[in-house]
């Protein structure tokens, strides 16, 4: 099984590598290895974009000023100031590296700010590079860059310059699969699917996608000093943001999300261009005819065509066999049951005029099942979405162990162990079962950049213990025939159950079930009820639920509040809530005015 | 001195008013995000120069005409580009890709049809002063104001007091309520597509004179879209407010910088909005989608 | 008047409803009742037009409507008032009531005022933004909005929510109201016992299908129905 995934996993890279050779080997036009080195470079940039625009989720425009960047890094330390190519290639990846750190707090930003700014920056740079004097040789460039010297290889044949960038690539494709595969690759697949259910597990958003930005404009500027000492020129034109578009159709072509593809669009678009080249006035034409035809009939490009026929419902990759660990030490929280864990002061919420949450007190014991109920409408959602961050509130202030998270953000509230659940279930539709549960790990696990690329023993004990960990909660909530299923074709109530698994493997101190019993039958429902008393007694996480069934909630709850049209008319034991005049009077509405 | 480069500059920001509000226009009312909508102003600024130099010397007839021209470039890129792809589940991404797709093939067609070399608009034109008493200024510039804040003044009366008006704000506010009052919001959304198109024609025309028509000048989209999010992006009030003050940052500015690095004056003000204050000057909140 | 049989919908790969029949005639009033999530809002969003992916029929007067899009279904004369009220934000209460004529054309001031003094309260907001107005306000705007563009059936989802009781039992009494005006109604309500109190007749719907239907007074005497949807009550009055 081993070799299977070992196939798997390095096939293309394998594939690739052997086309590269034969290449390599045979063929001799200088003019062919030209255009196959230019296809190499382009690919390389093509697949950096990719971890950019289709794992963190951001259209960069600046892709090839970023490439730019590194292209004039690597030519001017070569060139003015004598470095070795070595020295000069790596200084090419990091300048371009900083100047996208300086520039990731946009990526933060919707993709549409993204791209126009992105798009502003590839003007700047363009104008940058003309405007450089001396230094960059302005309009008309540097000519005359030193070839390579790699520790005595003096690379100064096409020959030579193909095999050059050909190690580039697969170093790089290497680099990528191994940095995806991990916590952070299924970081980036989450975010991709669902935000709001990334962010509720813990995972700051907007750092994972700087991440990613921050790697691939690396690559980029890599792909540039490779570019400049093969044609030991350098000039502002290969770098404008129409060059920028160019990479952007090669990633789309290959379809988002997939490196596959970005090879085949990397090379298939190089090509295209060649053939062109002959209608250089025509070529962005046709390219845009292309990409609206594309982007109506065939928007996930030639991977999501592939994937279309091959209609693959269930993952049949394992990469690790489930070890034995004990999962009620995993999810076991504090027995103090005196402890208040979450507690509430005057929480206010308006929207414009509409009062959603209206003073509102509330204190949560350690361990306690904590209902609250109300009509439909009565501020239930809101009140979850104010504790857990999704919105801040007005007025009044929100504790968990004693620290003051009102208004933190909702990462934030995640990682400190407060986790929900939606009333529409939010799952990752494009990974398998077991995936999503596992990217609720994702707060507790150590595995980032660094380990993922050396896969080293810590990388993969942590990662099977994550897969061990994922699949006994799996089969805690009673899915394991469904462990290796796309989320993306499951039954409604599977999908809550998917929910409130990928929760728990977050280690909850508390756990916000928004209507969990909502669209499910009466015998999952009864299911579901035993599985929230068996979270409770056997590993004392705190659960808080909101619903608007009175009857599912006075049977399994602690204790009980009644919220209506924003206010607390009631808290306290579900006996006494339930008995409470006013709960009657306001819950019930109109029952004793109409038989009065 | 200062008068002129503020009453230029003040030109120059009307200009970029109107673009952004062709920006806001779009956005509000289908989600568009039209990366394109700087190729709309060179439709415009060459149909003009066209229609000047061959058809009529009448310059505000060339506005006309550019106008309906760009007006329906924007209302065909709704109805075979962005309207189809929505239409087929297409997300906003792809949406924004097809985007890109107009801003590299619209100029392209731009320099098959009237050549790479800048054209410039008869002298005639833009030499006008006016007399305002104590002192003269530009008449092309004083058109510009004059018309530019007709066409604010338009839009405004057009949004709060018309029926059709306050559909299109319907359907900016929610597309599906909208509907299920008897908005066809389809209709309606290809009728912005055609009314912003013209107000970038307009621009287009009107920048022609000041600089030159040419194939590349749709990079102004990218200034025009600094003064959209400086003003709080989505907004039309803010788009107004937003390019009139970038447009004198830039006359002023571009005092003491030389000509080659004018154009960073801009482009950096975009970048630093958004590293700094995304939520523009105007500090309105973006929509925030939760579901 | 209304006739729907067989109705399915779907949202992407997740099907929504199963199996939804139903009919409403002229002047009466008919809930649809059942649990959250049983897909009593997705029936009125494809009744609609609103969601495109359906099948089955949907007949209004004879006429089928399943394939027509959503403002053409509003010019036959299906209004509906949507779940959360959808008032525009941006729009002061005036022009959100002018909207809801849309398709009348012009609206009249004597229009206007015929909502005014149904709900008064609209009258003295109405230069207000929408977005400024309360729960209950926001409420009888959205009921007043859809009347004036003069439904021949007004569909009303969960009116109900987030309203404190005296507020409800203002909106319900204008529904009642309406009833006797000759309105053809159809209503969702979470409140099962609200809702049998002031319709006709009655469909359960539970996880997208039709369940069970019959008079209101039959079915509030109904075993099955009271341990399911007025359990609380029952609950409650053995306590």
Request: aromatic content about 4%; hydrophobic content about 25%.
């Given at each position: 099984m081993m070799n299977q995934s070992v196939l798997k996993k390095y096939g293309t890279l394998i594939g690739a590598l052997g086309i590269l050779l034969v290449i390599a080997l045979f063929v001799q036009s200088n003019y062919m290895l030209s255009l196959l080195s230019q296809a190499v470079i382009y690919t390389i940039l093509a697949v950096s974009l990719q971890l950019i625009f289709g794992y963190a989720g951001q259209v960069s425009m600046a892709h090839a000023g970023f490439f730019g960047i590194g292209a004039y890094t690597s030519a001017i330390l070569t060139y003015h100031y004598d470095w070795n190519f070595v020295l000069a290639f790596l200084m090419a990846g990091v300048v371009a590296a900083i100047v996208s750190l300086i520039l990731s707090p946009m990526a933060k930003l919707g993709e549409i700010y993204f791209a126009m700014s992105t798009l502003a920056f590839n003007l700047i740079l363009t104008i940058v590079f003309a405007n450089?004097?001396?230094?960059?040789?302005?309009?008309n460039g540097l000519p005359g860059i030193p070839f390579p010297n790699i520790f005595g290889w003096v690379v100064d044949s096409k020959k030579e310059f193909f095999i050059l960038a050909s190690i580039v690539l697969i170093v790089q494709y290497l680099f990528m699969i191994r940095l995806t595969e991990g916590r952070l690759g299924r970081n980036f697949r989450a975010i991709r699917d669902n935000q709001l259910a990334a962010s509720s597990l813990g995972i700051n958003i907007g750092l994972t996608k700087i991440k990613g930005f921050i790697l691939g404009c690396f690559w980029a500027g890599l792909a540039g000093s490779v570019m400049v000492h093969m044609y030991a020129f350098v000039s502002p034109e290969p770098f404008s943001f129409h060059e920028s578009i160019t990479v952007i159709l090669m990633v789309v072509l290959g379809g988002l999300g997939s490196f596959v593809g970005a090879l085949f669009g990397g090379f298939g678009i190089t090509f295209l261009n060649e053939v062109l080249k002959e209608i250089p006035l025509y070529r962005p034409i046709f390219y845009g005819l292309f990409i609206v035809v594309m982007m109506i009939f065939w928007p996930n490009g030639l991977y999501g065509l592939v994937k279309k026929f091959q209609k693959?419902?269930?993952?049949?990759?394992?990469k690790y066999t489930k070890i034995n660990l004990s999962l009620k030490k995993y999810l076991s929280q504090s027995k103090d049951t005196n402890q208040t864990i979450l507690k509430m002061d005057h929480v206010t919420k308006q929207f414009g005029g509409v009062v959603a949450l209206d003073n509102v007190d509330l204190e949560v014991k350690q361990g306690q099942v904590f209902g609250l109920i109300g009509p439909n409408g009565a501020g239930k959602t809101t009140f979850i979405n104010t504790i857990t961050g999704l919105e801040k509130p007005t007025i009044g202030k929100v504790t968990f162990l004693d620290e003051?998270?009102?208004?933190?953000p909702m990462y934030y509230v995640g990682a400190k162990g407060m986790v929900r659940t939606f009333q529409t279930s939010k799952l990752f539709n494009s990974m398998t079962v077991v995936e999503n549960v596992m990217v609720g790990t994702s707060t507790i696990l150590k595995n980032d950049i660094g380990m993922a690329i050396l896969q080293n023993k810590e990388y993969h004990i942590e990662e099977q213990k994550a897969y061990s960990i994922a699949m006994s909660i799996v089969n805690l909530v009673g899915l394991e025939d469904k462990a290796f299923d796309l989320c993306a074709n499951l039954s409604y109530g599977h999908r809550r159950l998917v929910e409130i698994a990928r929760a728990l493997a977050s280690q909850p101190k508390v756990l916000f079930l928004d209507e969990p019993a909502a669209g499910l039958n009466l015998k999952e429902r009864e299911n579901l009820k035993d599985l929230i008393i068996r979270l409770r007694n056997e590993f004392g996480i705190t659960i808080f639920i909101v619903e608007h069934d009175l009857n599912l909630l006075s049977k399994i709850c602690d204790h009980m509040a009644v919220l209506n049209f924003g206010k607390k008319i009631a808290d306290g034991l579900p006996q006494a809530v339930v008995n409470d005049p006013e709960v009657i009077q306001a819950y019930l509405g109109r029952r004793d005015k109409k038989h009065a | 001195m200062y008068l002129d480069i503020l009453v230029s500059g003040l030109a120059v920001g009307c200009i970029y008013s109107l673009i952004a509000m062709s920006y806001s226009l779009i956005f509000r009312s289908s989600g568009v995000l039209n990366i394109g909508t700087g190729e709309f102003v060179m439709v415009g600024g060459l149909v003009g120069y066209s229609v000047i130099s061959t058809l009529t010397t009448n310059y505000y007839l060339s506005i006309i005409i550019a106008m309906v021209i760009a007006g329906t470039v924007g209302y065909l890129a709704n109805t075979l580009v962005f309207h189809p792809i929505q239409k087929r589940g297409g997300q906003d991404v792809h949406v924004l890709i097809a985007s890109i797709a107009i801003l590299i093939s619209l100029p392209q067609i731009g320099a098959l049809l009237w050549g790479a070399e800048p054209l410039s608009f008869p002298n005639n034109i833009s030499q006008g002063q006016v007399n305002l008493g104590v002192t003269q200024i530009s008449g092309m510039s004083f058109l510009i104001i004059l018309l530019s804040f007709a066409i604010m003044i338009v839009f405004q009366v057009f949004f709060r007091f018309t029926r059709l008006g306050q559909a299109m704000r319907a359907i900016a506010d929610d597309r599906i309520m909208s509907q299920l009052l008897g908005v066809n919001n389809h209709k309606y959304i290809a009728i912005i597509f055609l009314i912003a198109g013209g107000l970038t024609g307009i621009a287009g025309v009107l920048l022609g004179p000041i600089y030159y028509a040419s194939y590349d000048m749709g990079t102004i989209g990218v200034k025009a879209f600094a003064a959209a999010v400086v003003g709080g992006f989505g907004n039309v009030t803010g788009a107004v407010i937003g390019g009139i003050l970038l447009g004198l940052i830039e006359a002023f500015g571009g005092t003491m910088v030389s000509s080659q690095f004018r154009d960073l004056i801009l482009y950096g003000i975009l970048i630093a909005v958004m590293l700094f204050r995304p939520t523009g000057i105007l500090g309105i909140k973006q929509r925030r989608d939760t579901a | 008047m209304l006739n729907v049989e067989h109705l399915q919908a779907f949202y992407g790969n997740a099907q929504a409803l199963e199996d939804i029949s139903f009919t409403v005639n002229e002047g009466e009033i008919v809930c649809l009742i059942g649990n959250n999530g049983a897909g009593k809002s997705t029936t009125l969003m494809s009744i609609s037009g609103i969601i495109k992916q359906k099948q089955g029929t949907i007949q209004f007067n004879g006429e089928d409507i399943s394939q027509l899009p959503a403002h053409k279904i509003v010019s036959k004369g299906i209004i509906q008032v949507p779940e959360g009220r959808r008032i525009f934000p941006t729009l002061t209460v005036e022009e959100n009531l002018k909207i809801g004529g849309f398709l009348k054309g012009k609206i009249s001031k004597a229009r206007l005022e015929e909502i005014y003094s149904i709900f008064p309260r609209l009258k003295e907001r109405r230069k207000q933004l929408g977005g400024s107005l309360s729960g209950g306000e926001q409420q009888m705007l959205a009921i007043g909005r859809a009347m004036i563009g003069e439904p021949k059936l007004l569909m009303l989802d969960e009116p109900s929510l987030g309203l404190a009781p005296q507020i409800i039992d203002m909106i319900f009494d204008s529904i009642i109201a309406l009833r006797k005006s000759g309105m053809t109604i159809l209503l969702i309500e979470q409140n099962a016992e609200l809702a049998l109190d002031v319709s006709d007749r009655a469909y359960v719907v539970e996880l997208g299908k039709c369940v069970l239907s019959g008079e209101c007074e039959v079915l509030r005497n109904d075993q099955q129905i009271q341990s399911i949807y007025l359990g609380q009550h029952e609950q409650e009055s053995v306590v």
């Open positions: 450089g004097g001396n230094l960059t040789g302005g309009w693959q419902t269930k993952e049949t990759l394992i003051d998270i009102s208004g933190k | - | -």
